[in-house]
């Protein structure tokens, strides 16, 4: 099944004039930058997920947010679709262009509008990078917590309606736990604020329910984070294993001992040496599975906590274990993990990036799956796993120039996820449904759960307007995904078991 | 690990059973569980839904810091199961009675002294089961750390006080409990104590809860046994029983009292605010961030001052007995009127808690 827009599956979409709504827009918005040129639109036509691409009606690249509103309440009056795009980073296709859409990009709001030490918060707008806050906090002593591997790129906005992660979120948290206040505009043109500086507010948590919402329920123009001062001190051990499983049990045996590491990551052999050969991290190239665990805090607390480990590690089985002498062999460390996408991307012409969620306890079971469906598919396939929360991202290498192996490795995907749905999990954990995982969503949600699904939706957005398409399937379209699948005689739908 | 006890009930279908009734009848539900919080929001007419046989942990694993627990199930029998195995809900959530069950704590979403360290309630939910208006029960989110498929409804079912469905099962994430703990009492003026807290907010101190009371710092450090004893000699300060949380938590201290008629408020404060202007008697914690406020100044004279330092105010005595006939701060309109139409979505004929919240909502 294709995964762009198919109006059969995901709704009619309305069918403007693109020259009208050009038009029309150049006179709302005289001094707004707008694009409509095919050579203008073709570096607009993907995010981060670059094998599905679109070329967008119109790109409009607003710098002032009473151009933001105009806009959307322009496109609210013609029935025009927009997508909102921030750095356009995300993994899942949730910043795809549509045809008959607007494409908005966030991407010139980039000023860090207040930094307040004494508060302990930043007031950003929605277009600053995620890094950039924290290089902005530094000189105080304090930083942003949430810390995705793509944070030198990935814009405030984009963290935001992914609710975005990173290694140090099992302790500090993802964005949800880290955003007190944002500022968004609805599709109608209307702002609004949402959570505040206190640390709650009145009414219903929509706070919450933006944080992760895909683009889907209205446009965020501002964020307010919280700040954290920075550890003391952090501390890297890094354990080899000469088996994935003994290391797995390792990640719960630290938990059970009362541990909150700052960080606790594991990779796979192949992940180990295309991380190896590309930053020459140290990694032990010989071992099955590394653990890297990152524990921070109080000087004193850090050095039993890392005592603690090494004994609870030794017992797990570890073949070797190194502890990070200084600040540049910690990052050097952590150097290796953090370009492990990169770097898996050396070895084969293309890969593909999943990132299902799982109660650890099933690790062993769904790695041993996965190996059996790389075994199968003649498709190899690295993992790098955010252990300690049980995240996993899974690296499904092909080459999308021999025909069909797109089309398997997504194929491969979409079965890891239904693995880690199966397993009590989720077919995502920090990335998104966007496009990409859009029938998947079928294999998590009863036709009912997503129903009220677009319950919420139709709250905010009653015409569909925003990000049509995106994050929550239709009825139909889960219909079609599990009609196929009973044609396979695989997943029937829809009484899957569920959790 | 699945926990079986005596007190283990599932009853879900029957919850569904009468939901499905209400909403043919048309008629408004009083969603109650230990009623425990009756006083928190405004008075609902409808006829009584009690969760309180739905109960029991459904499952409880520690390694993975996971614990999934029915609706009805007493919040004490909760903290002792956890207690057992070394951990505690980080919320640190108060009870206001014995009755209080897990329900009510995600319904009000309350949170209690380690809030600003540790977070709130929603900051631990991960999933809930929800018996829609048409009375069925749904699952969002679940028992997995991290889960980013579809809309976030756990994390809006908290603090929407029932309003939205019936809770009837949630998963939580829970904490080890610390190695080590010592409370301790400066005596300090009002404004140093804010400044002090201010400075250490921006150090790594094994801080979880900060309160100014009675014309003292009284704080509570938690953390390894090494940083815990470090920070203690820095500090200095008299000894104060760990017990002192609790009462604050639970409002037993004597500025709680019923003796004092003053209608008692909650501010919600941004960090670091100094000393508001409002007539009465104040309790700041939170470290400043949440302050309990005795006083017989207008409601809107108190609103206007915590709106005016970017924070809300709460009545948290009931109207009948003196209270503000508002007891949460008013929605700015728009905002209003996405609540209205979220609510007409998921709950279209009224029939959850109507007016609990919001005369409208
Ligand atoms: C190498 C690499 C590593 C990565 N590692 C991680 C990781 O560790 N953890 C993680 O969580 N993610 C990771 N990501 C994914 C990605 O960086 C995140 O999802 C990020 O939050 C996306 O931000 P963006 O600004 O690029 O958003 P975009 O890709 O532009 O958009 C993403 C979604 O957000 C919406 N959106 C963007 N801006 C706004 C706005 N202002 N208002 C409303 N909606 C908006 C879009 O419509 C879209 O649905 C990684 C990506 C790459 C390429």
């Given at each position: 099944?294709?995964?762009?827009?198919?109006a059969q599956l995901d709704g009619e979409l309305p069918d403007n004039d693109k020259q009208q709504v050009l038009a029309t827009l150049s006179q709302a918005l005289p001094d707004m930058t707008l694009l409509h040129r095919e050579e203008d639109l073709?570096?607009?036509e993907c995010d981060g997920l670059s094998a599905y691409r679109v070329l967008p009606m119109l790109v409009a690249l607003p710098h002032t947010l009473d151009q933001v509103e105009t806009l959307l309440k322009t496109c609210h009056s013609l029935g025009?679709?927009?997508?909102?795009?921030?750095?356009?980073?995300?993994?899942?296709?949730?910043?795809?262009?549509?045809?008959?859409?607007?494409?908005?990009?966030?991407?010139?709001?980039?000023?860090?509008?207040?930094?307040?030490?004494?508060?302990?918060?930043?007031?950003?707008?929605?277009?600053?990078?995620?890094?950039?806050?924290?290089?902005?906090?530094?000189?105080?002593?304090?930083?942003?917590?949430?810390?995705?591997?793509?944070?030198?790129?990935?814009?405030?906005?984009?963290?935001?309606?992914?609710?975005?992660?990173?290694?140090?979120?099992?302790?500090?948290?993802?964005?949800?736990?880290?955003?007190?206040?944002?500022?968004?505009?609805?599709?109608?043109?209307?702002?609004?604020?949402?959570?505040?500086?206190?640390?709650?507010?009145?009414?219903?948590?929509?706070?919450?329910?933006?944080?992760?919402?895909?683009?889907?329920?209205?446009?965020?123009?501002?964020?307010?984070?919280?700040?954290?001062?920075?550890?003391?001190?952090?501390?890297?051990?890094?354990?080899?294993?000469?088996?994935?499983?003994?290391?797995?049990?390792?990640?719960?045996?630290?938990?059970?001992?009362?541990?909150?590491?700052?960080?606790?990551?594991?990779?796979?052999?192949?992940?180990?040496?295309?991380?190896?050969?590309?930053?020459?991290?140290?990694?032990?190239?010989?071992?099955?599975?590394?653990?890297?665990?990152?524990?921070?805090?109080?000087?004193?607390?850090?050095?039993?906590?890392?005592?603690?480990?090494?004994?609870?590690?030794?017992?797990?089985?570890?073949?070797?274990?190194?502890?990070?002498?200084?600040?540049?062999?910690?990052?050097?460390?952590?150097?290796?993990?953090?370009?492990?996408?990169?770097?898996?991307?050396?070895?084969?012409?293309?890969?593909?990036?999943?990132?299902?969620?799982?109660?650890?306890?099933?690790?062993?079971?769904?790695?041993?799956?996965?190996?059996?469906?790389?075994?199968?598919?003649?498709?190899?396939?690295?993992?790098?796993?955010?252990?300690?929360?049980?995240?996993?991202?899974?690296?499904?290498?092909?080459?999308?120039?021999?025909?069909?192996e797109l089309e398997l490795a997504e194929e491969v995907g979409g079965k890891i996820l239904e693995l880690c749905v199966e397993a009590g999990g989720s077919i995502t954990g920090e990335h998104g449904v966007g496009r990409e995982k859009i029938n998947?969503?079928?294999?998590?949600?009863?036709?009912?759960?997503?129903?009220?699904?677009?319950?919420?939706?139709?709250?905010?957005?009653?015409?569909?307007?925003?990000?049509?398409?995106?994050?929550?399937?239709?009825?139909?379209?889960?219909?079609?995904?599990?009609?196929?699948?009973?044609?396979?005689?695989?997943?029937?739908?829809?009484?899957?078991?569920?959790? | 690990?699945?926990?079986?006890?005596?007190?283990?009930?599932?009853?879900?279908?029957?919850?569904?059973?009468?939901?499905?009734?209400?909403?043919?009848?048309?008629?408004?539900?009083?969603?109650?569980?230990?009623?425990?919080?009756?006083?928190?929001?405004?008075?609902?007419?409808?006829?009584?839904?009690?969760?309180?046989?739905?109960?029991?942990?459904?499952?409880?694993?520690?390694?993975?810091?996971?614990?999934?627990?029915?609706?009805?199930?007493?919040?004490?029998?909760?903290?002792?199961?956890?207690?057992?195995?070394?951990?505690?809900?980080?919320?640190?959530?108060?009870?206001?009675?014995?009755?209080?069950?897990?329900?009510?704590?995600?319904?009000?979403?309350?949170?209690?002294?380690?809030?600003?360290?540790?977070?709130?309630?929603?900051?631990?939910?991960?999933?809930?089961?929800?018996?829609?208006?048409?009375?069925?029960?749904?699952?969002?989110?679940?028992?997995?750390?991290?889960?980013?498929?579809?809309?976030?409804?756990?994390?809006?079912?908290?603090?929407?006080?029932?309003?939205?469905?019936?809770?009837?099962?949630?998963?939580?994430?829970?904490?080890?409990?610390?190695?080590?703990?010592?409370?301790?009492?400066?005596?300090?003026?009002?404004?140093?104590?804010?400044?002090?807290?201010?400075?250490?907010?921006?150090?790594?101190?094994?801080?979880?809860?900060?309160?100014?009371?009675?014309?003292?710092?009284?704080?509570?450090?938690?953390?390894?046994?090494?940083?815990?004893?470090?920070?203690?000699?820095?500090?200095?300060?008299?000894?104060?029983?760990?017990?002192?949380?609790?009462?604050?938590?639970?409002?037993?201290?004597?500025?709680?009292?019923?003796?004092?008629?003053?209608?008692?408020?909650?501010?919600?404060?941004?960090?670091?605010?100094?000393?508001?202007?409002?007539?009465?008697?104040?309790?700041?914690?939170?470290?400043?961030?949440?302050?309990?406020?005795?006083?017989?100044?207008?409601?809107?004279?108190?609103?206007?001052?915590?709106?005016?330092?970017?924070?809300?105010?709460?009545?948290?005595?009931?109207?009948?007995?003196?209270?503000?006939?508002?007891?949460?701060?008013?929605?700015?309109?728009?905002?209003?009127?996405?609540?209205?139409?979220?609510?007409?979505?998921?709950?279209?004929?009224?029939?959850?808690?109507?007016?609990?919240?919001?005369?409208?909502?």
């Amino acid at each position: 099944m294709n995964i762009l827009y198919d109006a059969q599956l995901d709704g009619e979409l309305p069918d403007n004039d693109k020259q009208q709504v050009l038009a029309t827009l150049s006179q709302a918005l005289p001094d707004m930058t707008l694009l409509h040129r095919e050579e203008d639109l073709r570096p607009f036509e993907c995010d981060g997920l670059s094998a599905y691409r679109v070329l967008p009606m119109l790109v409009a690249l607003p710098h002032t947010l009473d151009q933001v509103e105009t806009l959307l309440k322009t496109c609210h009056s013609l029935g025009v679709p927009v997508v909102t795009r921030g750095a356009g980073t995300g993994l899942s296709g949730g910043a795809l262009p549509l045809e008959q859409g607007v494409l908005l990009v966030m991407s010139r709001f980039k000023q860090i509008l207040e930094l307040d030490p004494k508060a302990r918060i930043a007031r950003v707008q929605p277009g600053v990078r995620n890094l950039a806050i924290s290089e902005a906090a530094a000189p105080y002593g304090l930083y942003y917590a949430p810390d995705p591997s793509s944070q030198i790129a990935c814009s405030i906005g984009g963290n935001v309606a992914e609710n975005a992660g990173g290694v140090h979120c099992l302790k500090y948290g993802l964005t949800v736990h880290n955003v007190l206040e944002v500022e968004v505009i609805t599709i109608e043109g209307e702002r609004m604020t949402l959570g505040s500086e206190a640390f709650d507010s009145p009414g219903f948590d929509l706070l919450a329910l933006f944080t992760g919402s895909e683009g889907m329920l209205g446009v965020v123009t501002e964020v307010t984070v919280k700040l954290l001062p920075k550890p003391e001190t952090a501390k890297v051990l890094m354990a080899s294993f000469d088996d994935i499983e003994k290391a797995g049990k390792a990640v719960g045996d630290i938990i059970a001992a009362g541990i909150i590491p700052g960080g606790l990551e594991m990779m796979d052999k192949l992940a180990i040496q295309a991380a190896e050969d590309f930053v020459k991290a140290g990694y032990p190239v010989e071992a099955e599975a590394i653990l890297l665990c990152e524990l921070d805090g109080v000087e004193a607390d850090v050095d039993d906590d890392c005592a603690t480990v090494r004994g609870v590690l030794e017992a797990a089985g570890a073949t070797d274990i190194r502890q990070a002498h200084d600040d540049a062999e910690r990052a050097k460390f952590w150097a290796g993990r953090k370009n492990a996408f990169p770097a898996v991307g050396r070895m084969s012409p293309d890969y593909y990036c999943m990132d299902g969620t799982i109660p650890r306890r099933e690790l062993p079971h769904v790695l041993k799956g996965i190996a059996a469906l790389s075994e199968e598919s003649g498709l190899p396939v690295a993992n790098v796993f955010h252990a300690g929360d049980g995240n996993m991202h899974p690296l499904i290498l092909f080459d999308a120039n021999k025909p069909g192996e797109l089309e398997l490795a997504e194929e491969v995907g979409g079965k890891i996820l239904e693995l880690c749905v199966e397993a009590g999990g989720s077919i995502t954990g920090e990335h998104g449904v966007g496009r990409e995982k859009i029938n998947q969503m079928c294999a998590q949600f009863q036709p009912d759960e997503i129903t009220v699904f677009h319950a919420v939706k139709a709250a905010f957005d009653k015409h569909r307007l925003l990000n049509p398409g995106k994050n929550i399937p239709t009825l139909q379209r889960c219909a079609e995904f599990g009609a196929m699948h009973v044609h396979n005689n695989e997943l029937p739908f829809p009484e899957l078991p569920r959790f | 690990m699945t926990v079986t006890q005596q007190n283990d009930q599932d009853m879900a279908e029957a919850l569904c059973e009468r939901v499905r009734q209400a909403h043919r009848d048309k008629t408004p539900l009083k969603i109650v569980g230990g009623d425990t919080k009756a006083f928190y929001g405004r008075r609902v007419e409808g006829e009584t839904l009690s969760t309180l046989a739905h109960r029991g942990i459904r499952h409880y694993d520690p390694v993975e810091l996971i614990v999934s627990v029915r609706a009805g199930t007493p919040l004490m029998e909760l903290e002792a199961a956890l207690d057992a195995e070394g951990q505690m809900l980080g919320c640190e959530p108060p009870h206001f009675g014995e009755a209080a069950t897990v329900g009510g704590m995600i319904a009000t979403g309350l949170s209690g002294p380690r809030r600003p360290w540790a977070g709130a309630v929603r900051d631990f939910v991960l999933g809930s089961k929800v018996i829609t208006f048409e009375g069925k029960e749904l699952r969002f989110g679940g028992e997995v750390m991290k889960n980013v498929a579809g809309y976030d409804l756990s994390r809006l079912m908290v603090g929407a006080q029932g309003t939205l469905g019936v809770l009837t099962e949630v998963s939580l994430k829970v904490l080890p409990k610390p190695g080590a703990h010592h409370s301790l009492r400066l005596e300090m003026p009002l404004q140093e104590a804010l400044d002090k807290l201010a400075e250490w907010g921006r150090q790594p101190l094994p801080v979880t809860a900060a309160a100014w009371y009675d014309g003292a710092l009284h704080l509570r450090l938690e953390g390894g046994p090494s940083s815990v004893a470090a920070t203690r000699e820095h500090l200095g300060g008299d000894d104060l029983d760990n017990g002192f949380w609790i009462d604050l938590r639970e409002q037993r201290l004597a500025f709680f009292s019923s003796d004092d008629t003053r209608p008692l408020w909650r501010l919600s404060l941004p960090n670091h605010i100094p000393e508001l202007k409002i007539e009465g008697d104040t309790v700041y914690d939170w470290a400043g961030a949440q302050r309990w406020l005795r006083s017989e100044a207008s409601a809107d004279t108190i609103r206007d001052a915590a709106i005016r330092a970017g924070g809300h105010a709460t009545c948290y005595t009931p109207y009948e007995e003196g209270g503000c006939i508002e007891p949460f701060t008013p929605l700015a309109p728009v905002v209003a009127k996405y609540h209205r139409n979220l609510k007409a979505e998921l709950d279209p004929h009224g029939i959850f808690n109507p007016g609990r919240l919001y005369a409208e909502l």
